[in-house]
């Protein structure tokens, strides 16, 4: 017997008797975020092998969009389906007014939104349905009344085409005239059962974001729904004992509660900014409302991630997926907003690049982040009025990145006072000059050895800190 008229997605899996985690909410979350990190690598993983720039796939997500990389929001549609947009009166699908839902049809086509009403218990779930040449998927997060929480995932296809029905019938009762646009788009998906080496990908990919006591119960539960997937537990997890220090785990979960939040928040107000009949003065708030929303969602990530570098034996060992990528557009997509944040500080930035940039290797996914994070301690450790130099070179088998501060006046030689920083547990630092909270230095180190890097840190009497990343080039065959 369904909760309400229709099933919800976790019941729909339920009944499928597909792979369920029972628990207390703060382990059903950690497995739900776990495995959205492992999806995120394995559609980058497909992305890497598709040649053309066709859209890669389909997300339906709940309840607000899951992956931000701008590898996967440029080549995937995205289709959100939130309570949010109704009007709280509206407690039945029948007679509503046009007013309450935010429409498709005001949005692009790969960044629709979609209601849900407010009774349906499908809006107290997190879902994530993944549509692709290669595979499908389905995972739901999803809360229950007695206070409990479960997650729950599947590959196989035709539990999505189930989980996808429970979410048209909710689409015609909503948005009838948009199903027919919504079932052709997934329709140029067809669920296929997925190859064992996409299923071994993924298994890899989730082994190594969960903590070691837990790889053992998740891989036994993807050799039940994959028996033919070769998954080795000796192979994918360490022996050494993983770290359960208390301010890690604090850490862990003060970056989840604050970064779910803004990313709602950040989606109401790009929904916002898609309205044309908004004075210029409101547009430009907003912007600056999603600018720091994404900064901070940004911000957040990198704390998670150091965090799952403590806590990952297979992290610390540096098994992290890897693979050759053009530093070019990373460059070209950060240094503006480099660029901006020094400009908000009284700081001037110049980046001196070669002529053509080398392709290097590393995490596609975080590069971009980690460098963005040091960019950002690294401008707050400075005084108003200096300048940054950004220098990047090949160095043998290596590209280097070096960020120096250049003396505004260097005939002085004053020196410089390096910044007051006190340890605020294992993994943070505080500056009592600016209030700044960030990654320490050791932790930076350990981002960069994931990715594939390495970070060293010099200290220079007239100007102050040096930092320079080295990244290993693609070795040609």
Not at 274 to 282: F, W
Not at 434 to 451: D, E, V
Request: charged share 15%; with cysteine; aromatic share 6%.
């Amino acid at each position: 017997m369904y909760e309400w008229i229709l099933p919800s997605l976790s019941e729909v899996l339920a009944e499928s008797g597909s792979i369920v985690a029972k628990g207390s909410p703060t382990k059903a979350g950690q497995q739900w975020r776990m495995s959205l990190a492992a999806i995120e690598h394995l559609l980058i993983e497909t992305l890497a092998t598709t040649v053309s720039d066709a859209t890669l796939g389909l997300v339906l997500a709940a309840p607000a969009p899951l992956f931000s990389q701008p590898i996967l929001t440029q080549r995937l549609q995205t289709v959100t389906f939130t309570a949010k947009p109704f009007n709280p009166l509206a407690l039945m699908p029948f007679n509503m007014p046009g007013a309450i839902a935010i429409c498709p049809e005001t949005t692009p086509p790969g960044e629709s939104v979609l209601p849900l009403l407010p009774a349906d218990p499908l809006a107290a779930e997190q879902f994530c349905l993944v549509f692709t040449e290669k595979f499908s998927l389905v995972l739901v997060l999803a809360t229950h009344k007695n206070g409990s929480s479960s997650f729950a995932f599947a590959f196989e296809p035709e539990v999505v085409q189930q989980a996808w029905r429970a979410l048209g019938a909710r689409v015609m009762l909503t948005n009838p005239d948009y199903f027919a646009e919504l079932d052709s788009l997934i329709a140029n998906y067809p669920l296929v059962t997925p190859d064992y080496r996409t299923a071994f990908q993924f298994s890899q990919f989730l082994l190594q974001e969960l903590p070691e006591e837990e790889t053992k119960e998740w891989g036994q539960g993807i050799r039940e729904e994959f028996p033919q997937c070769p998954i080795s537990h000796t192979q994918s997890a360490s022996t050494n004992t993983p770290n359960t220090n208390p301010d890690v785990e604090l850490l862990q979960a003060f970056a989840h509660e604050v970064r779910t939040p803004l990313t709602t928040i950040r989606t109401m107000t790009r929904l916002l900014l898609k309205r044309r009949d908004l004075p210029t003065t409101v547009i430009n708030r907003l912007e600056i409302i999603d600018h720091e929303c994404t900064e901070q969602i940004d911000r957040m990530e990198l704390l998670f991630k150091a965090a799952e570098l403590e806590t990952s034996a297979t992290a610390k060992s540096g098994i992290t997926h890897l693979t050759p990528m053009s530093l070019d557009q990373v460059l070209h997509q950060s240094i503006p907003r480099w660029q901006q944040a020094a400009h908000r500080r009284n700081l001037t930035l110049d980046v001196v690049l070669p002529q053509q940039l080398p392709t290097v290797v590393s995490n596609p996914a975080m590069l971009d982040r980690v460098l963005t994070g040091l960019m950002e301690n690294f401008t707050r450790s400075l005084p108003p009025g200096s300048h940054i130099q950004v220098h990047v070179i090949p160095a043998g088998d290596q590209l280097k990145l070096q960020l120096s501060p250049q003396s505004l006046c260097p005939e002085t030689h004053q020196a410089t006072t390096p910044p007051i920083r006190k340890a605020l547990g294992q993994l943070l630092m505080f500056q009592p000059e600016t209030g700044t909270i960030s990654l320490n230095l050791a932790a930076t180190k350990h981002l960069f050895q994931a990715i594939g890097g390495k970070l060293i840190v010099r200290q220079r009497p007239e100007y102050g800190e040096v930092m320079t990343i080295f990244l290993p080039l693609e070795v040609s065959r």
